[in-house]
Nanobody, 118 residues
Protein backbone atom coordinates (compact mmCIF):
# COMPACT_ATOMS: atom_id res chain seq x y z
CA UNK A 1 0.00 0.00 0.00
CA UNK A 2 1.56 3.26 -1.13
CA UNK A 3 1.18 6.09 1.34
CA UNK A 4 2.08 9.69 0.67
CA UNK A 5 2.11 12.39 3.33
CA UNK A 6 2.63 16.03 2.43
CA UNK A 7 3.84 18.73 4.75
CA UNK A 8 5.29 22.22 4.59
CA UNK A 9 2.33 24.26 3.41
CA UNK A 10 1.26 27.47 5.08
CA UNK A 11 0.72 31.17 4.70
CA UNK A 12 3.43 33.23 3.04
CA UNK A 13 3.65 36.71 1.61
CA UNK A 14 4.06 37.28 -2.10
CA UNK A 15 7.70 36.96 -3.06
CA UNK A 16 8.38 34.44 -0.32
CA UNK A 17 9.37 30.79 -0.51
CA UNK A 18 8.14 27.49 0.80
CA UNK A 19 9.45 23.96 0.60
CA UNK A 20 6.88 21.20 0.51
CA UNK A 21 7.79 17.66 1.52
CA UNK A 22 6.22 14.37 0.61
CA UNK A 23 7.12 11.33 2.68
CA UNK A 24 6.50 8.18 0.68
CA UNK A 25 6.12 4.71 2.16
CA UNK A 26 4.71 1.29 1.41
CA UNK A 27 7.04 -0.15 -1.19
CA UNK A 28 10.33 0.46 -2.96
CA UNK A 29 9.94 3.42 -5.29
CA UNK A 30 12.77 2.68 -7.71
CA UNK A 31 10.22 1.94 -10.45
CA UNK A 32 8.02 4.91 -9.76
CA UNK A 33 7.67 8.52 -10.75
CA UNK A 34 6.63 11.06 -8.16
CA UNK A 35 4.75 14.23 -8.91
CA UNK A 36 3.32 17.40 -7.49
CA UNK A 37 -0.03 18.79 -8.51
CA UNK A 38 -1.99 21.82 -7.36
CA UNK A 39 -5.65 22.69 -7.23
CA UNK A 40 -6.72 26.29 -6.78
CA UNK A 41 -10.22 27.16 -5.58
CA UNK A 42 -12.74 26.60 -8.35
CA UNK A 43 -10.17 25.15 -10.73
CA UNK A 44 -9.11 21.77 -12.00
CA UNK A 45 -6.16 20.00 -10.47
CA UNK A 46 -3.09 20.70 -12.57
CA UNK A 47 0.34 19.23 -12.98
CA UNK A 48 3.27 21.06 -11.42
CA UNK A 49 6.32 18.83 -11.68
CA UNK A 50 7.49 15.22 -11.60
CA UNK A 51 10.66 13.27 -10.96
CA UNK A 52 11.55 9.72 -11.92
CA UNK A 53 12.80 8.03 -8.82
CA UNK A 54 15.62 5.96 -10.30
CA UNK A 55 16.99 8.40 -12.87
CA UNK A 56 16.31 11.71 -11.10
CA UNK A 57 14.97 13.04 -14.40
CA UNK A 58 12.54 15.90 -13.85
CA UNK A 59 9.85 17.59 -15.86
CA UNK A 60 7.73 20.64 -15.19
CA UNK A 61 4.66 22.47 -16.30
CA UNK A 62 5.92 25.34 -18.39
CA UNK A 63 4.43 27.94 -16.08
CA UNK A 64 6.17 26.41 -13.04
CA UNK A 65 9.60 25.75 -14.50
CA UNK A 66 11.33 28.94 -13.47
CA UNK A 67 10.19 29.29 -9.87
CA UNK A 68 9.62 25.71 -8.71
CA UNK A 69 12.10 22.86 -8.28
CA UNK A 70 11.30 19.21 -7.60
CA UNK A 71 13.88 17.00 -5.96
CA UNK A 72 14.20 13.95 -3.76
CA UNK A 73 16.50 12.73 -1.08
CA UNK A 74 18.27 9.40 -0.90
CA UNK A 75 15.59 7.82 1.21
CA UNK A 76 11.89 8.37 0.69
CA UNK A 77 11.09 12.07 0.54
CA UNK A 78 10.23 14.23 -2.44
CA UNK A 79 10.39 17.99 -2.23
CA UNK A 80 8.93 20.94 -4.05
CA UNK A 81 10.88 24.15 -3.57
CA UNK A 82 8.70 27.12 -4.45
CA UNK A 83 10.29 30.55 -4.83
CA UNK A 84 8.96 34.01 -5.60
CA UNK A 85 5.48 32.90 -4.71
CA UNK A 86 2.51 34.79 -6.12
CA UNK A 87 -1.10 35.02 -4.94
CA UNK A 88 -2.06 32.90 -7.97
CA UNK A 89 -0.01 30.05 -6.48
CA UNK A 90 -2.56 29.74 -3.69
CA UNK A 91 -3.83 26.18 -3.89
CA UNK A 92 -3.82 22.79 -2.27
CA UNK A 93 -0.67 20.97 -3.33
CA UNK A 94 -0.79 17.22 -3.71
CA UNK A 95 1.93 14.64 -3.91
CA UNK A 96 1.30 11.72 -6.25
CA UNK A 97 2.99 8.53 -7.43
CA UNK A 98 2.71 6.26 -10.40
CA UNK A 99 4.48 3.24 -11.76
CA UNK A 100 7.04 4.50 -14.22
CA UNK A 101 5.23 3.09 -17.24
CA UNK A 102 1.80 3.99 -15.98
CA UNK A 103 -0.38 6.40 -17.87
CA UNK A 104 -1.61 8.25 -14.83
CA UNK A 105 -0.80 8.92 -11.21
CA UNK A 106 -2.60 6.34 -9.10
CA UNK A 107 -1.58 7.25 -5.58
CA UNK A 108 -2.30 10.56 -3.89
CA UNK A 109 -1.63 12.26 -0.61
CA UNK A 110 -4.15 14.33 1.30
CA UNK A 111 -2.69 17.63 0.17
CA UNK A 112 -1.21 20.63 1.91
CA UNK A 113 -2.60 24.14 1.70
CA UNK A 114 -0.43 26.94 0.38
CA UNK A 115 -1.78 30.45 0.74
CA UNK A 116 0.09 33.42 -0.70
CA UNK A 117 -0.98 36.85 0.48
CA UNK A 118 -0.47 39.98 -1.58
Amino acid sequence: QVQLAESGGGLVQAGGSLRLSCAASGRPFSSYAMGWFCQAPGKEREFVAAITWSTWVTNYADSMRVRFTISRDLRNTVYLQMNDLKPDDTAIYYCAAKYITGARFDYWGQGTQVTVSS
